[in-house]
Protein backbone atom coordinates (compact mmCIF):
# COMPACT_ATOMS: atom_id res chain seq x y z
CA UNK A 1 0.00 0.00 0.00
CA UNK A 2 1.29 3.54 -0.79
CA UNK A 3 2.45 5.70 1.80
CA UNK A 4 0.07 8.72 1.61
CA UNK A 5 2.36 11.75 2.12
CA UNK A 6 0.95 15.59 2.17
CA UNK A 7 3.37 18.18 0.88
CA UNK A 8 2.94 21.65 1.86
CA UNK A 9 4.53 24.16 -0.80
CA UNK A 10 6.33 27.04 0.00
CA UNK A 11 6.22 29.66 -2.93
CA UNK A 12 6.53 33.57 -2.41
CA UNK A 13 4.76 34.16 -6.19
CA UNK A 14 1.99 36.22 -4.48
CA UNK A 15 4.23 38.40 -2.39
CA UNK A 16 4.56 41.93 -3.87
CA UNK A 17 7.53 42.86 -5.98
CA UNK A 18 8.77 45.09 -3.79
CA UNK A 19 8.70 42.39 -0.84
CA UNK A 20 12.31 40.45 -1.44
CA UNK A 21 11.96 37.17 -0.39
CA UNK A 22 15.14 35.50 1.87
CA UNK A 23 16.42 32.44 3.24
CA UNK A 24 14.85 33.61 6.95
CA UNK A 25 11.05 34.18 5.28
CA UNK A 26 11.82 30.86 3.62
CA UNK A 27 12.87 28.78 7.17
CA UNK A 28 9.86 30.81 8.97
CA UNK A 29 6.99 29.36 6.38
CA UNK A 30 8.80 26.16 6.73
CA UNK A 31 8.69 25.79 10.71
CA UNK A 32 5.30 26.80 10.48
CA UNK A 33 4.64 24.06 7.51
CA UNK A 34 6.03 21.55 10.17
CA UNK A 35 3.42 23.00 12.95
CA UNK A 36 0.39 22.89 10.17
CA UNK A 37 0.67 19.18 10.14
CA UNK A 38 2.69 18.96 6.62
CA UNK A 39 4.86 15.72 6.20
CA UNK A 40 7.50 17.65 4.23
CA UNK A 41 8.08 21.05 2.47
CA UNK A 42 8.22 22.08 -1.70
CA UNK A 43 10.43 25.14 -1.84
CA UNK A 44 9.97 26.32 -5.20
CA UNK A 45 13.64 28.25 -5.81
CA UNK A 46 11.98 29.41 -9.23
CA UNK A 47 10.36 32.26 -7.11
CA UNK A 48 13.14 33.25 -5.08
CA UNK A 49 13.67 37.15 -5.68
CA UNK A 50 17.53 36.20 -4.71
CA UNK A 51 19.63 32.72 -4.85
CA UNK A 52 23.00 32.13 -4.02
CA UNK A 53 22.89 27.47 -4.39
CA UNK A 54 25.69 26.95 -2.20
CA UNK A 55 25.16 29.61 0.61
CA UNK A 56 21.43 29.08 0.30
CA UNK A 57 20.47 25.79 0.22
CA UNK A 58 22.72 24.84 2.63
CA UNK A 59 20.98 26.89 4.86
CA UNK A 60 17.57 26.13 4.31
CA UNK A 61 18.36 22.07 4.32
CA UNK A 62 19.79 22.52 7.82
CA UNK A 63 17.23 24.67 9.48
CA UNK A 64 14.31 22.85 7.95
CA UNK A 65 12.77 20.83 10.91
CA UNK A 66 10.98 18.92 8.14
CA UNK A 67 12.25 16.63 4.29
CA UNK A 68 12.86 19.12 1.71
CA UNK A 69 11.73 18.65 -1.65
CA UNK A 70 13.26 21.23 -4.26
CA UNK A 71 11.99 21.91 -6.85
CA UNK A 72 13.37 24.74 -9.81
CA UNK A 73 10.54 25.42 -12.43
CA UNK A 74 12.11 26.61 -16.12
CA UNK A 75 9.41 29.02 -18.06
CA UNK A 76 9.29 26.09 -20.74
CA UNK A 77 7.17 23.91 -17.74
CA UNK A 78 5.39 26.76 -16.11
CA UNK A 79 7.76 27.37 -13.91
CA UNK A 80 9.60 31.53 -13.91
CA UNK A 81 13.01 30.63 -14.14
CA UNK A 82 14.86 31.84 -17.26
CA UNK A 83 18.51 31.55 -16.67
CA UNK A 84 21.27 28.92 -18.13
CA UNK A 85 20.23 25.53 -18.13
CA UNK A 86 22.94 24.03 -16.57
CA UNK A 87 23.32 26.22 -13.73
CA UNK A 88 19.40 25.13 -13.11
CA UNK A 89 20.46 21.83 -12.55
CA UNK A 90 23.68 22.32 -10.82
CA UNK A 91 21.43 23.80 -8.19
CA UNK A 92 19.45 20.54 -8.01
CA UNK A 93 22.18 18.21 -7.70
CA UNK A 94 23.90 20.98 -5.26
CA UNK A 95 20.90 20.14 -2.84
CA UNK A 96 21.21 16.35 -3.27
CA UNK A 97 24.62 17.09 -1.98
CA UNK A 98 23.44 19.20 0.58
CA UNK A 99 21.01 16.55 2.02
CA UNK A 100 17.92 17.48 0.21
CA UNK A 101 15.32 14.91 0.36
CA UNK A 102 13.72 14.92 -3.32
CA UNK A 103 14.02 17.18 -5.91
CA UNK A 104 11.54 17.44 -8.66
CA UNK A 105 13.14 17.75 -12.50
CA UNK A 106 11.17 17.64 -15.63
CA UNK A 107 10.59 14.74 -18.11
CA UNK A 108 11.85 16.77 -20.88
CA UNK A 109 15.65 16.95 -19.08
CA UNK A 110 14.88 13.98 -16.95
CA UNK A 111 17.29 11.29 -18.62
CA UNK A 112 20.55 13.75 -18.44
CA UNK A 113 20.05 15.09 -14.90
CA UNK A 114 19.23 11.18 -13.74
CA UNK A 115 22.46 9.73 -15.50
CA UNK A 116 24.49 12.63 -14.70
CA UNK A 117 23.67 11.76 -10.66
CA UNK A 118 24.27 7.72 -11.64
CA UNK A 119 26.64 6.41 -9.00
CA UNK A 120 26.60 9.55 -6.45
CA UNK A 121 23.13 9.36 -5.33
CA UNK A 122 22.30 8.76 -1.81
CA UNK A 123 19.79 6.07 -0.92
CA UNK A 124 17.15 8.19 0.81
CA UNK A 125 17.48 10.68 -1.53
CA UNK A 126 14.41 10.22 -4.45
CA UNK A 127 13.89 12.10 -8.08
CA UNK A 128 10.38 12.81 -8.91
CA UNK A 129 10.00 13.07 -12.65
CA UNK A 130 7.59 15.32 -13.45
CA UNK A 131 5.11 16.42 -16.76
CA UNK A 132 2.50 19.34 -16.73
CA UNK A 133 -0.10 19.82 -19.42
CA UNK A 134 -1.77 23.03 -19.01
CA UNK A 135 -3.85 22.47 -22.23
CA UNK A 136 -6.04 19.70 -20.90
CA UNK A 137 -6.14 15.99 -19.75
CA UNK A 138 -5.09 13.44 -22.17
CA UNK A 139 -6.79 10.04 -22.65
CA UNK A 140 -6.03 7.37 -20.24
CA UNK A 141 -4.65 5.67 -23.51
CA UNK A 142 -1.84 8.84 -23.76
CA UNK A 143 -1.72 9.10 -19.87
CA UNK A 144 -0.66 5.23 -19.44
CA UNK A 145 2.09 6.47 -22.42
CA UNK A 146 3.18 8.93 -20.43
CA UNK A 147 3.66 7.00 -17.24
CA UNK A 148 5.63 4.52 -18.78
CA UNK A 149 8.18 7.03 -20.45
CA UNK A 150 8.82 8.77 -16.80
CA UNK A 151 9.59 5.40 -15.22
CA UNK A 152 12.02 4.41 -18.51
CA UNK A 153 13.78 7.61 -17.15
CA UNK A 154 14.76 5.87 -13.97
CA UNK A 155 12.21 8.13 -11.61
CA UNK A 156 11.73 7.30 -8.19
CA UNK A 157 8.25 8.78 -8.32
CA UNK A 158 5.91 9.97 -11.54
CA UNK A 159 4.09 13.17 -10.95
CA UNK A 160 1.69 14.11 -13.97
CA UNK A 161 -0.50 17.07 -13.37
CA UNK A 162 -2.56 18.02 -16.10
CA UNK A 163 -5.45 20.38 -16.27
CA UNK A 164 -9.44 20.13 -15.99
CA UNK A 165 -11.44 21.62 -19.11
CA UNK A 166 -14.28 19.60 -17.16
CA UNK A 167 -14.66 17.67 -13.66
CA UNK A 168 -14.88 14.39 -15.74
CA UNK A 169 -11.32 15.02 -16.33
CA UNK A 170 -10.52 13.93 -12.85
CA UNK A 171 -11.85 10.86 -13.70
CA UNK A 172 -8.91 9.52 -16.19
CA UNK A 173 -6.39 10.15 -13.82
CA UNK A 174 -8.13 8.41 -11.00
CA UNK A 175 -7.55 5.59 -13.33
CA UNK A 176 -4.18 6.08 -13.99
CA UNK A 177 -3.43 6.47 -9.84
CA UNK A 178 -5.31 3.44 -9.01
CA UNK A 179 -4.02 1.36 -11.86
CA UNK A 180 -0.63 2.40 -11.15
CA UNK A 181 -0.48 1.17 -7.51
CA UNK A 182 0.77 -2.33 -8.69
CA UNK A 183 4.08 -0.88 -9.70
CA UNK A 184 7.01 -0.06 -7.81
CA UNK A 185 6.80 3.58 -9.27
CA UNK A 186 4.62 5.52 -6.91
CA UNK A 187 2.36 8.05 -9.11
CA UNK A 188 1.29 11.22 -8.06
CA UNK A 189 -1.50 12.67 -10.25
CA UNK A 190 -3.23 16.10 -10.11
CA UNK A 191 -5.51 18.13 -12.25
CA UNK A 192 -4.98 21.96 -12.49
CA UNK A 193 -8.29 24.60 -11.71
CA UNK A 194 -11.17 24.37 -9.98
CA UNK A 195 -12.91 21.85 -11.91
CA UNK A 196 -9.56 19.46 -10.67
CA UNK A 197 -10.03 19.99 -6.80
CA UNK A 198 -11.11 16.65 -6.00
CA UNK A 199 -7.71 15.28 -8.05
CA UNK A 200 -6.59 17.22 -4.98
CA UNK A 201 -8.82 15.78 -2.23
CA UNK A 202 -9.55 12.40 -3.07
CA UNK A 203 -5.91 10.92 -3.95
CA UNK A 204 -5.44 8.56 -0.71
CA UNK A 205 -9.04 6.98 -2.03
CA UNK A 206 -7.32 6.45 -4.95
CA UNK A 207 -3.84 5.61 -4.78
CA UNK A 208 -2.31 8.71 -5.19
CA UNK A 209 1.40 9.35 -3.76
CA UNK A 210 0.92 12.78 -2.54
CA UNK A 211 -1.00 15.82 -2.57
CA UNK A 212 -0.13 19.78 -2.43
CA UNK A 213 -1.58 21.97 0.20
CA UNK A 214 -0.67 25.83 0.33
CA UNK A 215 0.20 27.92 3.47
CA UNK A 216 -1.72 30.60 3.14
CA UNK A 217 -4.91 31.08 0.56
CA UNK A 218 -4.16 32.28 -2.71
CA UNK A 219 -0.44 31.71 -2.29
CA UNK A 220 -0.26 28.52 -4.50
CA UNK A 221 2.28 26.99 -7.30
CA UNK A 222 -0.76 25.66 -9.53
CA UNK A 223 -3.98 26.53 -9.86
CA UNK A 224 -6.79 25.33 -7.79
CA UNK A 225 -4.44 24.17 -4.67
CA UNK A 226 -6.40 24.00 -1.26
CA UNK A 227 -4.24 25.23 1.58
CA UNK A 228 -2.89 22.47 3.94
CA UNK A 229 -5.36 23.85 6.56
CA UNK A 230 -8.52 22.93 4.32
CA UNK A 231 -7.23 19.33 3.92
CA UNK A 232 -6.54 18.87 6.66
CA UNK A 233 -9.39 19.85 8.78
CA UNK A 234 -12.31 20.64 6.64
CA UNK A 235 -11.86 17.35 4.40
CA UNK A 236 -10.29 15.02 7.19
CA UNK A 237 -7.38 14.32 4.53
CA UNK A 238 -5.68 11.88 6.93
CA UNK A 239 -8.73 9.68 7.63
CA UNK A 240 -9.40 9.50 3.88
CA UNK A 241 -9.02 5.72 2.36
CA UNK A 242 -10.02 3.30 -0.49
CA UNK A 243 -13.21 2.37 1.47
CA UNK A 244 -14.35 6.33 1.47
CA UNK A 245 -17.48 7.17 0.43
CA UNK A 246 -17.19 10.54 -1.40
CA UNK A 247 -20.30 13.00 -1.58
CA UNK A 248 -19.97 16.21 -2.83
CA UNK A 249 -22.39 19.80 -4.11
CA UNK A 250 -22.94 19.85 -7.31
CA UNK A 251 -23.37 23.30 -8.71
CA UNK A 252 -22.22 26.10 -10.87
CA UNK A 253 -21.29 28.11 -9.57
CA UNK A 254 -20.38 26.04 -6.67
CA UNK A 255 -17.22 27.11 -4.49
CA UNK A 256 -19.68 29.88 -2.46
CA UNK A 257 -21.03 26.56 -0.67
CA UNK A 258 -21.01 25.67 3.00
CA UNK A 259 -22.07 22.39 2.50
CA UNK A 260 -18.64 20.90 2.88
CA UNK A 261 -18.00 22.93 6.42
CA UNK A 262 -21.26 21.10 7.71
CA UNK A 263 -21.55 17.99 6.47
CA UNK A 264 -17.61 16.70 7.14
CA UNK A 265 -17.80 18.42 10.51
CA UNK A 266 -21.02 16.07 11.15
CA UNK A 267 -19.33 12.95 9.43
CA UNK A 268 -16.48 13.42 12.01
CA UNK A 269 -18.88 13.50 14.99
CA UNK A 270 -20.44 10.23 14.29
CA UNK A 271 -17.57 8.37 12.79
CA UNK A 272 -18.39 8.12 9.56
CA UNK A 273 -16.13 7.35 6.88
CA UNK A 274 -17.30 9.50 4.48
CA UNK A 275 -15.80 13.16 2.06
CA UNK A 276 -17.90 15.50 1.17
CA UNK A 277 -16.49 18.14 -1.47
CA UNK A 278 -17.47 21.18 -3.77
CA UNK A 279 -17.87 19.49 -7.74
CA UNK A 280 -17.86 22.00 -10.43
CA UNK A 281 -20.23 20.62 -13.07
CA UNK A 282 -21.18 21.43 -16.15
CA UNK A 283 -22.99 18.71 -17.92
CA UNK A 284 -24.76 16.96 -15.20
CA UNK A 285 -25.91 13.78 -16.98
CA UNK A 286 -21.92 13.78 -18.08
CA UNK A 287 -21.09 13.58 -14.47
CA UNK A 288 -23.16 10.99 -13.42
CA UNK A 289 -22.45 8.61 -16.66
CA UNK A 290 -18.34 9.42 -15.55
CA UNK A 291 -18.53 9.43 -11.71
CA UNK A 292 -20.76 6.10 -11.59
CA UNK A 293 -18.95 3.81 -9.12
CA UNK A 294 -21.02 3.14 -5.89
CA UNK A 295 -18.52 4.83 -3.80
CA UNK A 296 -20.01 8.19 -5.38
CA UNK A 297 -22.48 7.90 -2.99
CA UNK A 298 -24.90 10.81 -2.60
CA UNK A 299 -25.22 14.50 -3.88
CA UNK A 300 -26.39 17.51 -3.03
CA UNK A 301 -27.72 19.58 -5.97
CA UNK A 302 -27.82 23.40 -6.49
CA UNK A 303 -28.01 26.36 -9.37
CA UNK A 304 -28.44 25.81 -11.93
CA UNK A 305 -28.67 21.71 -11.91
CA UNK A 306 -31.86 21.12 -10.12
CA UNK A 307 -34.32 20.31 -13.18
CA UNK A 308 -31.63 18.63 -15.12
CA UNK A 309 -30.73 16.34 -12.35
CA UNK A 310 -34.47 15.18 -12.22
CA UNK A 311 -34.02 13.58 -15.59
CA UNK A 312 -30.83 11.83 -14.62
CA UNK A 313 -32.38 9.95 -12.02
CA UNK A 314 -33.83 6.68 -12.26
CA UNK A 315 -36.64 7.13 -9.93
CA UNK A 316 -37.86 9.94 -8.11
CA UNK A 317 -39.78 10.95 -4.96
CA UNK A 318 -43.56 11.80 -5.30
CA UNK A 319 -43.12 15.16 -3.85
CA UNK A 320 -39.99 15.95 -6.40
CA UNK A 321 -41.94 14.27 -9.65
CA UNK A 322 -44.52 16.88 -8.24
CA UNK A 323 -42.18 19.70 -7.75
CA UNK A 324 -40.28 18.95 -11.34
CA UNK A 325 -36.78 19.49 -9.29
CA UNK A 326 -34.36 17.41 -6.85
CA UNK A 327 -31.80 18.71 -5.18
CA UNK A 328 -30.78 15.78 -3.55
CA UNK A 329 -29.46 12.60 -4.91
CA UNK A 330 -28.56 9.05 -3.46
CA UNK A 331 -26.84 5.71 -5.82
CA UNK A 332 -28.17 2.71 -3.74
CA UNK A 333 -25.09 0.11 -3.72
CA UNK A 334 -26.62 -2.02 -5.24
CA UNK A 335 -27.04 -1.65 -8.77
CA UNK A 336 -25.84 2.03 -8.43
CA UNK A 337 -29.22 3.45 -9.23
CA UNK A 338 -30.07 6.83 -8.56
CA UNK A 339 -32.56 7.60 -6.36
CA UNK A 340 -33.89 11.93 -6.49
CA UNK A 341 -35.87 13.74 -3.40
CA UNK A 342 -36.82 17.19 -2.94
CA UNK A 343 -35.41 18.81 0.31
CA UNK A 344 -35.82 22.35 -0.25
CA UNK A 345 -39.45 22.26 -0.04
CA UNK A 346 -39.90 20.93 3.55
CA UNK A 347 -36.40 22.93 4.46
CA UNK A 348 -38.05 26.60 2.90
CA UNK A 349 -41.36 26.08 3.88
CA UNK A 350 -40.68 25.39 7.48
CA UNK A 351 -38.71 27.94 8.42
CA UNK A 352 -40.80 30.49 6.73
CA UNK A 353 -43.63 29.25 9.02
CA UNK A 354 -41.85 29.54 11.78
CA UNK A 355 -41.04 33.11 10.78
CA UNK A 356 -44.47 33.77 10.47
CA UNK A 357 -45.09 32.21 13.61
CA UNK A 358 -42.89 34.39 15.66
CA UNK A 359 -44.21 37.35 13.95
CA UNK A 360 -47.97 36.61 14.73
CA UNK A 361 -47.09 34.95 18.08
CA UNK A 362 -49.52 31.79 16.82
CA UNK A 363 -48.98 28.51 18.05
CA UNK A 364 -47.29 25.78 15.79
CA UNK A 365 -50.73 23.82 16.77
CA UNK A 366 -53.08 26.10 14.98
CA UNK A 367 -52.51 25.22 11.40
CA UNK A 368 -49.95 26.61 8.52
CA UNK A 369 -49.71 30.47 8.77
CA UNK A 370 -49.09 30.24 5.07
CA UNK A 371 -53.08 29.35 4.80
CA UNK A 372 -54.74 32.32 2.79
CA UNK A 373 -51.89 34.08 2.60
CA UNK A 374 -50.37 35.74 -1.09
CA UNK A 375 -46.88 34.40 -1.33
CA UNK A 376 -44.62 35.81 -4.42
CA UNK A 377 -41.91 33.45 -5.62
CA UNK A 378 -39.34 35.31 -7.72
CA UNK A 379 -37.53 32.79 -9.92
CA UNK A 380 -39.47 29.80 -11.90
CA UNK A 381 -36.21 27.47 -11.70
CA UNK A 382 -36.19 24.50 -9.12
CA UNK A 383 -35.77 26.21 -6.03
CA UNK A 384 -39.05 28.41 -7.31
CA UNK A 385 -40.44 25.34 -8.00
CA UNK A 386 -40.48 23.55 -4.51
CA UNK A 387 -41.41 26.98 -2.52
CA UNK A 388 -44.64 27.00 -4.77
CA UNK A 389 -45.15 23.60 -5.10
CA UNK A 390 -45.13 23.56 -1.04
CA UNK A 391 -46.67 27.46 -0.17
CA UNK A 392 -49.53 25.87 -2.52
CA UNK A 393 -49.80 22.89 -0.48
CA UNK A 394 -49.92 24.81 2.56
CA UNK A 395 -53.17 26.68 1.29
CA UNK A 396 -50.90 29.81 0.21
CA UNK A 397 -52.18 31.68 -2.94
CA UNK A 398 -49.24 31.65 -4.96
CA UNK A 399 -47.60 34.48 -7.97
CA UNK A 400 -44.78 33.25 -9.56
CA UNK A 401 -42.23 36.52 -11.00
CA UNK A 402 -39.77 35.22 -13.25
CA UNK A 403 -37.56 37.43 -15.65
CA UNK A 404 -38.95 35.44 -18.54
CA UNK A 405 -42.93 35.12 -18.10
CA UNK A 406 -43.12 32.34 -20.18
CA UNK A 407 -41.53 30.17 -17.52
CA UNK A 408 -43.28 32.15 -14.43
CA UNK A 409 -46.75 30.98 -16.75
CA UNK A 410 -45.50 27.89 -16.83
CA UNK A 411 -44.75 27.27 -13.28
CA UNK A 412 -48.09 28.93 -11.89
CA UNK A 413 -50.24 27.19 -14.22
CA UNK A 414 -48.45 23.53 -13.23
CA UNK A 415 -49.41 24.77 -9.25
CA UNK A 416 -52.72 26.87 -10.21
CA UNK A 417 -50.89 30.32 -9.69
CA UNK A 418 -50.88 33.50 -11.26
CA UNK A 419 -47.52 34.59 -13.11
CA UNK A 420 -45.83 38.11 -13.62
CA UNK A 421 -42.77 39.76 -15.54
CA UNK A 422 -39.84 40.24 -12.72
CA UNK A 423 -39.68 44.00 -13.94
CA UNK A 424 -43.60 44.44 -12.83
CA UNK A 425 -43.10 43.21 -9.57
CA UNK A 426 -41.74 46.67 -8.33
CA UNK A 427 -45.92 47.73 -9.15
CA UNK A 428 -47.24 44.63 -7.60
CA UNK A 429 -48.93 45.57 -4.40
CA UNK A 430 -52.76 44.38 -4.56
CA UNK A 431 -52.30 43.97 -0.70
CA UNK A 432 -50.72 44.42 2.04
CA UNK A 433 -49.10 41.48 4.23
CA UNK A 434 -47.97 39.46 1.51
CA UNK A 435 -44.85 37.17 1.45
CA UNK A 436 -42.13 37.52 -0.72
CA UNK A 437 -39.60 34.59 -1.43
CA UNK A 438 -36.29 34.91 -3.63
CA UNK A 439 -35.28 31.88 -5.27
CA UNK A 440 -32.83 32.95 -7.68
CA UNK A 441 -29.25 34.22 -7.28
CA UNK A 442 -29.71 37.72 -7.92
CA UNK A 443 -27.48 39.60 -4.81
CA UNK A 444 -25.04 36.56 -4.39
CA UNK A 445 -21.58 36.74 -3.53
CA UNK A 446 -19.52 38.38 -5.03
CA UNK A 447 -23.11 41.08 -6.45
CA UNK A 448 -23.74 41.48 -3.39
CA UNK A 449 -25.30 44.78 -4.39
CA UNK A 450 -28.25 43.02 -6.72
CA UNK A 451 -31.53 43.04 -5.29
CA UNK A 452 -34.34 41.47 -7.33
CA UNK A 453 -36.90 44.10 -6.15
CA UNK A 454 -36.60 47.95 -5.24
CA UNK A 455 -37.09 48.88 -1.71
CA UNK A 456 -40.23 51.07 -1.66
CA UNK A 457 -41.98 48.07 -3.41
CA UNK A 458 -41.38 46.15 0.43
CA UNK A 459 -43.19 47.94 2.52
CA UNK A 460 -46.12 45.72 1.44
CA UNK A 461 -44.91 42.31 2.56
CA UNK A 462 -44.39 40.98 6.24
CA UNK A 463 -41.94 38.47 5.52
CA UNK A 464 -39.37 38.59 3.15
CA UNK A 465 -37.31 35.03 2.37
CA UNK A 466 -33.96 35.01 0.49
CA UNK A 467 -32.74 31.17 -0.54
CA UNK A 468 -29.46 32.67 -0.66
CA UNK A 469 -27.24 32.39 2.44
CA UNK A 470 -24.10 33.47 1.01
CA UNK A 471 -23.99 36.62 2.42
CA UNK A 472 -26.28 35.74 5.00
CA UNK A 473 -27.82 38.88 5.38
CA UNK A 474 -28.17 40.22 1.66
CA UNK A 475 -29.43 43.49 0.20
CA UNK A 476 -33.08 41.73 0.12
CA UNK A 477 -33.02 41.69 3.27
CA UNK A 478 -31.82 44.42 4.77
CA UNK A 479 -33.65 46.38 2.88
CA UNK A 480 -36.61 44.50 3.65
CA UNK A 481 -35.67 44.57 7.27
CA UNK A 482 -35.43 48.49 7.14
CA UNK A 483 -38.86 48.49 5.65
CA UNK A 484 -40.45 46.79 9.02
CA UNK A 485 -40.72 42.78 7.35
CA UNK A 486 -39.67 39.95 9.35
CA UNK A 487 -37.04 38.47 7.75
CA UNK A 488 -36.27 34.62 7.33
CA UNK A 489 -32.64 33.43 5.57
CA UNK A 490 -31.04 31.49 3.66
CA UNK A 491 -28.90 29.48 6.34
CA UNK A 492 -32.44 28.64 7.63
CA UNK A 493 -33.69 26.50 4.64
CA UNK A 494 -30.12 25.27 4.18
CA UNK A 495 -30.13 23.67 7.41
CA UNK A 496 -33.71 22.61 7.67
CA UNK A 497 -33.07 20.50 4.05
CA UNK A 498 -29.69 19.45 5.55
CA UNK A 499 -31.40 17.11 8.16
CA UNK A 500 -33.10 15.24 5.73
CA UNK A 501 -30.09 14.49 3.21
CA UNK A 502 -27.54 13.62 6.16
CA UNK A 503 -29.96 10.95 6.79
CA UNK A 504 -30.05 9.82 3.28
CA UNK A 505 -26.67 10.03 3.02
CA UNK A 506 -25.43 8.08 5.94
CA UNK A 507 -28.69 6.19 7.28
CA UNK A 508 -28.06 7.81 10.58
CA UNK A 509 -29.78 10.14 12.43
CA UNK A 510 -28.70 13.87 12.16
CA UNK A 511 -26.97 15.71 15.31
CA UNK A 512 -28.91 18.67 15.10
CA UNK A 513 -27.29 20.05 18.09
CA UNK A 514 -23.79 20.28 15.63
CA UNK A 515 -26.05 21.41 12.82
CA UNK A 516 -27.84 24.73 14.90
CA UNK A 517 -23.91 25.32 15.81
CA UNK A 518 -22.75 25.60 12.70
CA UNK A 519 -25.43 28.06 12.04
CA UNK A 520 -24.85 30.02 15.14
CA UNK A 521 -21.02 30.10 14.13
CA UNK A 522 -21.75 31.79 10.63
CA UNK A 523 -23.71 34.84 12.68
Request: charged residues 20%; glycine residues 8%; aromatic residues 8%.
Given at each position: ??????????????????????????????????????????????????????????????????????????????????????????????????????????????????????????????????????????????????????????????????TALEITDVARIFQITVHSQVSSVPVIGLVMGERGLISRILCPKFSGYLTFGSLEPGIVSAPGQPTIKDLLNLYNFRQLGPDTKVFGVIGKPVSHSKSPHLYNEAFKSVGFNGVYVHLLVDDIAKFFHTYSAADFAGFSCTIPHKEAALKCCDEVSPVAKSIGAVNCIIRRPSDGKLFGYNTDCVGAISAIEDGLRDLHKISSTSGSPLAGKLFVVIGAGGAGKALAYGAKEKGARVVIANRTYARARELADAVGGDALSLADLNNFHPENGMILANTTSIGMQPKVDETPISKHALKYYSLVFDAIYTPKITRLLREAQESGATIVTGLEMFIGQ?????????????????????ISNLQ
Amino acid sequence: MSLYVLFLHISHRSRPRSIPVTKASCITSRVLCKTSGADLVEVRLDTLKRFNPRQDLEVLIRKCPLPTLFTYRPKWEGGQYEGDENSRRDALRLAMELGADYVDIELKVAHEFINSIHGRKPEKFKVIVSSHNYQNTPSVEDLGNLVVSIQATGADIVKIATTALEITDVARIFQITVHSQVSSVPVIGLVMGERGLISRILCPKFSGYLTFGSLEPGIVSAPGQPTIKDLLNLYNFRQLGPDTKVFGVIGKPVSHSKSPHLYNEAFKSVGFNGVYVHLLVDDIAKFFHTYSAADFAGFSCTIPHKEAALKCCDEVSPVAKSIGAVNCIIRRPSDGKLFGYNTDCVGAISAIEDGLRDLHKISSTSGSPLAGKLFVVIGAGGAGKALAYGAKEKGARVVIANRTYARARELADAVGGDALSLADLNNFHPENGMILANTTSIGMQPKVDETPISKHALKYYSLVFDAIYTPKITRLLREAQESGATIVTGLEMFIGQAYEQFERFTGLPAPKELFKQFISNLQ
